[in-house]
């Protein structure tokens, strides 16, 4: 069983920074993507970045384009969504996503990290 685990969310104030970590356990071939997504109360999930690291692929969501990067640590199939110059905005929960093959021969199946909350204050 693949799990992902997500840590690092807190209060931070505007301008600051947090760094979200994310990591993967279980029985993994390759990680084809990581994404991180964000969700506010009675709003959808929407995309915050995603990157698929064979090719070094990113797409980041206009509004955090130049302030968050999604570093990561291929040997411990671990990502980080690293959020810079924080704005204002409701609390939010951030969740990781990865698309993992357990052989190589496998299909991709998407996993959910548990979520982690985020407020910046004004």
């Known amino acids: 069983q693949v799990q992902l685990v997500e840590s690092g969310g807190g209060l931070e104030q505007t301008g600051g920074s947090l760094r979200l970590s994310c990591g993967a356990s279980?029985?993994?071939?390759?990680?084809?993507?990581w994404a991180w997504y964000r969700q506010t109360p009675g709003q959808e999930r929407t995309l915050v970045a995603r990157?698929?690291?064979?090719?070094?692929?990113?797409y980041y969501a206009d509004s955090v384009k130049g302030r968050f990067a999604v570093p990561r640590e291929n040997v411990k199939n671990t990502v980080y969504l690293q959020m810079n110059s924080l704005r204002p905005e409701r609390p939010a929960v951030y969740y990781c996503?990865?698309?993992?093959?357990?052989?190589?021969?496998?299909?991709?199946?998407?996993?959910w990290g548990q979520g982690t909350q985020v407020t910046v204050s004004s």
């Open positions: 996503i990865a698309l993992i093959r357990q052989s190589p021969f496998a299909a991709t199946r998407q996993y």
């Open positions: 279980g029985r993994i071939f390759s990680i084809d993507t």
């Open positions: 990157i698929i690291p064979e090719g070094d692929i990113e």
